[in-house]
């Protein structure tokens, strides 16, 4: 599997706080990745290190053999990285079909808004309310839908299913799957385990700023003692 991100001695700083330890990443082309580890370890340090929003950073990020580490966040998309920050950072005055519409088209192969309202039926049945009138659950498919219409290669969530109820978190990764059939690359920070291991084709798994360990979803029943160790889940 040709690699489409790689990350390597990656670190990271908040001010004068070291946050990330030469992180070194992976992410075929095509997979699903999920980075696991316990709150305040650098999962979602490690997501906005990649597409630009923290700037005090050394190591390489390469995307699609691009070096990425001088490129300004704002021309993120246009290389073919979309992110779905844990505040899902929708525009919640504007309707869904608006919001959906808003960011601009930067390669070919992005969904149409019918193909979107195929995936999300809640989003059709919801195209004229403003964001403010989304639940939780609306307004993560929302965040996720109108990145899938830009056309981008690797879609990049923080924690997907945070707060969210059973039945979306099924419909999410209903979706995830879908979109690993059309060949996106996912790679995504998550808490809900049980989530993770149903999506997932390989897993870092993450401690104190650092990758400890990388394994495929067919390993995982032999993982688990370290994980319960790690993660205490």
Do not use: C
Request: no cysteine; glycine share 10%; net charge neutral.
């Amino acid at each position: 599997m040709a690699p489409l991100l790689q990350v390597s001695n990656l670190n990271a700083w908040y001010g004068e706080s070291h946050v990330l330890h030469g992180v070194d990443m992976t992410v075929g082309e095509g997979e699903t990745i999920t980075i696991l580890g316990r709150n305040g370890v650098g999962k979602t340090t490690t997501l906005r290190t990649i597409v630009g929003i923290i700037r005090e950073r050394k190591g390489e990020i390469r995307f699609a053999g691009k070096d990425m580490a001088n490129v300004p966040l704002h021309k993120t998309a246009h290389n073919g990285i979309g992110f779905v920050p844990e505040e899902r950072g929708i525009f919640s005055t504007l309707t869904v079909e608006e919001n959906l519409m808003l960011p601009p088209v930067v390669a070919e192969g992005g969904m149409s808004l019918e193909e979107i309202y195929e995936l999300f039926p809640n989003l059709q049945e919801r195209r004229s309310s403003p964001g403010t009138k989304l639940s939780g659950g609306e307004q993560q498919m929302l965040a996720i839908a109108r990145i899938l219409r830009t056309g981008v290669k690797l879609l990049i969530l923080d924690e997907p299913t945070e707060g969210l109820a059973p039945v979306i978190v099924q419909r999410i990764g209903e979706v995830l799957k879908t979109l690993k059939e059309r060949g996106m690359t996912v790679l995504l920070v998550e808490q809900n385990f049980r989530f993770a291991s149903r999506v997932a084709d390989r897993f870092y798994l993450m401690d104190h700023g650092r990758m400890v360990a990388n394994f495929p979803v067919a390993e995982l029943p032999g993982k688990m003692d370290m994980l319960h160790k790690v993660l205490g889940v």
